[in-house]
């Protein structure tokens, strides 16, 4: 019944970065997008390390580096003043080969994923808006609406990354249960008398509080902050109705404005990623609060995790219940993020005795204190960076070696000449151990054609809590799906029966890379 394996509704990050890992993977796909063109502002600015992990994985991260604006430093200042600050490089070292938060606008970053489908001659379909569509056990069948003139297209699969007023959400009468915050927000790009160097500054003042970012260029920074309530109601509310409200808490003059914007805050959670053929992504399925700058982030996560799955079922490499997985892992860690960013951003925003402590005691006084250990300062980076992100509760992640679980990320290990990221570029299923390999073992996977790499036993990896002369079933997206204290191919065998997992004996003469990965 398919014209087309994949149909993407929506060409945002989450629908472009979907788009980009599926053509990666071989796999064929149409992406369409009502509005005219890319976006034009800068929206969304934050770029992970954990994402910048995927760029990697996908050849093209140092594009997107070289495009943005290393966030390395965190400022917090009251009244003009700076009460601490802390080094995001120091943070991260060892933990990704992107110890920093990179600053790129959403206009900019969609630039470059753009000219990535391009490149691998995949055409956005701009001015196309899906109006309605059915499903059932054979495929999707589409009605398109092209600048006034209807088409009917059919696929195997509906992939809804259409944003918070998701057509894909409401057709399946998903529920999106949450709420608004009561405050209105502002965003501004605006050009200051102050260098933007490069870093992130938290400014705090009596009853407010104003976010700076550098961006694009030097003296360009992002504000965020609240309106204040005698103002959130004006209609046509400018920058310079707040310019005497923001400019002493930043301790600076604004000297042009670029682009200024005002919002409500959502948190919502969809009741279901999956419904039969169709799935939701990012703000289809999410919505968050601006604290830690998730959003963006967690629907690239999502695209990277459906991607290989629907990669590997299309292809007829698993079985089709892998796609369960993708709900189970993702939707937990929706609800778990919108949980605690909420409460972060309630407490720094809230009015009250509550929030009139946070900004004046909590942040000032205890955040230095508590940051000055080195163990809280790397929980920091791990957490908001997203490289803790672990699927430890999903059918597909089994077993324990060392530290280190079914379901974890594979923890960055790099040494002179061997990097044990650089080998995830294939974007398949790999064994990894650190240490001697079995020759009989070896044997055995090469006989199931699975991909091998034997990495030398270093402090480094046992400080990761890697197990040495374990070995690690790798799953496409860099997870760990089956750990094993011994290098026994029984529960490797299993594990690949029971999920239906089948390996192109193609590439089985490939498949044994003894030694460091190149």
Not at 59 to 84: C, M, P
Not at 198 to 216: D, E, H, K, Y
Not at 374 to 389: A, D, N, P, Y
Not at 431 to 449: M, Q
């Amino acid at each position: 019944m398919s014209d087309t394996p994949v149909l993407i509704v929506g060409a945002g990050p989450t629908g472009l970065v979907l788009a980009l890992s599926l053509t990666r993977q071989g796999i064929p796909v149409r992406i369409i997008d009502k509005n005219q063109g890319p976006g034009e502002a800068s929206r969304a600015i934050v770029v992970h390390a954990r994402t910048l992990e995927f760029y990697d994985q996908l050849g093209f991260v140092d594009d997107i580096v070289s495009k943005g604006i290393k966030v390395e430093t965190i400022h917090l200042r009251e009244n003009k003043k700076e009460f601490a600050h802390f080094s995001l490089k120091d943070m991260g070292n060892g933990l990704s080969p992107f110890p920093f938060a990179l600053s790129l606008p959403q206009d900019d970053h969609e630039k470059v994923l753009v000219d990535q489908l391009k490149r691998a001659g995949v055409n956005i379909e701009w001015g196309t808006e899906l109006k309605s569509f059915t499903q059932d056990r054979l495929g999707v069948r589409a009605i398109l609406d092209k600048a006034g003139t209807e088409e009917v297209t059919a696929a195997s699969y509906l992939c809804g990354c259409d944003g918070a007023h998701s057509r894909v959400r409401k057709q399946l009468n998903i529920g999106f249960p949450g709420g608004t915050y009561d405050k209105l927000f502002y965003v501004a790009d605006v050009k200051t008398n102050r260098e933007s160097g490069s870093g992130l500054s938290l400014q705090l003042g009596s009853q407010s509080f104003v976010l700076m970012v550098p961006v694009r260029t030097s003296g360009s920074h992002r504000l965020i902050g609240t309106v204040p309530a005698d103002l959130a109601s004006k209609e046509q509310l400018s920058f310079d109705d707040l310019r005497q409200t923001v400019e002493p808490v930043i301790g600076t003059t604004v000297d042009s404005v670029n682009w200024f914007s005002t919002y409500r805050v959502h948190h919502r959670v969809a009741d279901k990623f999956r419904e039969g053929r169709s799935f939701l992504l990012g703000d289809a399925g999410h919505l968050h609060s601006p604290a830690g700058g998730q959003g963006m982030n967690t629907g690239i996560g999502d695209a990277v995790n459906l991607s290989w799955k629907l990669a590997k079922v299309i292809g007829k490499q698993a079985d089709p219940s892998l796609l369960d997985t993708y709900e189970t892992e993702r939707i937990s860690f929706a609800r778990k993020l919108v949980a605690s960013t909420d409460k972060a951003f309630d407490a720094m925003v809230g009015g009250g005795l509550r929030g009139t402590f946070t900004r004046a005691v909590l942040v000032p006084y205890l955040v230095p204190l508590m940051a000055g250990f080195s163990g809280l300062r790397r929980k920091i980076f791990t957490t908001v960076s997203q490289v803790t992100i672990n699927y430890r509760h999903s059918s597909l992640s089994e077993g324990k070696a060392g530290h280190l679980e079914g379901g974890d990320r594979l923890p960055w290990i790099s040494e002179p000449q061997s990097d044990n990221h650089k080998c995830l570029q294939r974007m398949n299923w790999q064994v990894h151990i650190y240490g001697d390999a079995s020759p009989a073992f070896v044997s055995e996977v090469k006989a199931l054609g699975v991909d091998l790499y034997a990495f030398p036993d270093k402090a480094s990896a046992r400080k990761a809590g890697i197990k040495p002369d374990g070995a690690y079933l790798i799953r496409p997206d860099g997870y760990v799906a089956l750990a094993m204290r011994r290098q026994d191919a029984t529960p490797l065998k299993n594990f690949i029966e029971k999920h239906g997992l089948v390996f192109k004996q193609a590439n089985a003469k490939k498949t044994i890379q003894a030694g460091p990965a190149p």
